[in-house]
């Protein structure tokens, strides 16, 4: 079967961990690249051929549009500053190219709502990069949450205490505007997000409140949350990017009748509690997957099988969907803390400028 055939469209910071991971999968290749800046380009064709067995010429663009274009592309991978994504995105589903695209899949629901009417349109695969679901820790917990091994669930919460210096805005003009990034919710915190409504569902309320330190940017620094769930389950979010002098921790907390399992560290890969009710070596066996980070390449091998037509790998794939309802919840949080009162769900259109004074 001939290998998937993918380009990645922007070579910013996240782009050599999916040149990498695209290396690892035997179903695929990388086949063309394109960004603005030769050298990127330059760096990720050679960090390509030193990553994998295949030493094929990598076609290069500065227009993502020609890179449409060209019918021997099978996928691309949208990796450019998130104000583009769901542009670049809309116009790949377009061309009928399959899609992976870096979070969050867009700054407005209307975009999202379009992407998901063209993916169903054109029976075409999308992969949202949350990537997190596919690291064997958390798909472990998915399954215990889901398969009633915790109980009724009570309450659960994450946390996310990051740094990110001047430094980091400054590298680029886009970071920190509302227009083209969103905030730290949205760019940092959305992962955790994206977990807790894996494991319960979606949300109907929420309540936020957001805080702004750093004067040289537009967005968020630090917010909390609360969601309530329609069991009753209350679910908390702290999350902030200017935690001194670097990255603290990340945690996730999820607490049943009939156990509570929760994980930290930098790195989100260290057991605090793991405790089940008639499971005495649940903990040790969590722990021999503790620190698998292989999820990348997990995301992109359920892709490649998936575009094969395998079924199960087509019901492993993050969609659009579970895309949108994270960012939902997110744009919900936004609103609340703009109206200073609680938000149900759903809601049906918001864009991040919105969020400018």
């Known amino acids: 079967m001939r290998p998937l055939s993918l380009a990645l469209i922007g070579c910013g910071a ?6 990498t991971s695209i290396a690892a999968c035997p179903g695929a290749k990388l086949a063309a690249v394109c960004d603005v800046s030769a050298e990127r380009m330059e760096q990720m064709s050679l960090l390509w051929r030193s990553a994998s067995s295949e030493k094929h010429e990598i076609i290069r663009f500065t227009d993502y549009k020609q890179l449409l274009a060209d019918p021997s592309i099978d996928a691309v991978v949208v990796a450019t500053i998130s104000g583009l994504h769901a542009q670049i995105a809309i116009e790949a589903l377009m061309a009928d190219k399959h899609v992976v695209i870096e979070k969050p899949i867009a700054l407005s629901l209307r975009e999202a709502d379009e992407m998901i009417r063209l993916a169903d349109e054109r029976k075409l695969k999308v992969q949202v990069c949350h990537q997190l679901r596919y690291r064997p820790l958390m798909m ?34 886009w970071r920190g505007t509302w227009q083209h990034d969103g905030g730290m919710l949205l760019n940092q915190g959305i992962h955790a997000i994206d977990l807790l409504l894996w494991y319960l569902g979606s949300p109907k309320r929420v309540y936020g409140e957001l805080f702004s330190h750093y004067p040289f940017k537009e967005t968020e620094d630090a917010a909390v949350g609360i969601l309530t769930f329609p069991s009753g389950a209350k679910a908390m979010i702290e999350a902030n990017s200017i935690t001194l002098p670097n990255n603290l921790e990340q945690s996730l907390f999820v607490l049943g009748d009939k156990g509570v399992i929760s994980i930290g560290g930098p790195k989100l890969d260290q057991i ?86």
């Not at 996240?14 to 040149?19: E, G, M, P």
């Not at 398969?147 to 740094?163: D, E, P, Y």
Request: glycine share 6%; net charge negative; proline share 5%.
């Open 140 to 173: 472990k917990i998915n399954e215990l949450v889901k398969g009633g091994a915790l109980g009724s669930i009570l309450n659960a919460s994450v946390k996310l205490r990051i740094h990110r210096p001047l430094s980091y805005y400054q590298s680029s003009g």
């Open 272 to 357: 605090d509690r793991w405790y089940i009710e008639d499971q005495p070596f649940a903990e040790e066996e969590a722990r021999k997957i503790l620190l698998d980070h292989s999820e990348h390449v997990e995301m992109y091998r359920t892709l490649i099988e998936a575009c094969q037509g395998n079924p199960a790998a087509e019901a492993a794939l993050i969609g659009l969907s579970e895309g949108r309802r994270t960012l939902e919840t997110i744009f919900a949080l936004y609103l609340s803390a703009v109206t200073a009162e609680p938000k149900s769900l759903p809601i049906h259109e918001f864009c991040t400028l919105q969020m400018k004074p």
């Open 14 to 19: 996240i782009a050599a961990k999916h040149v």
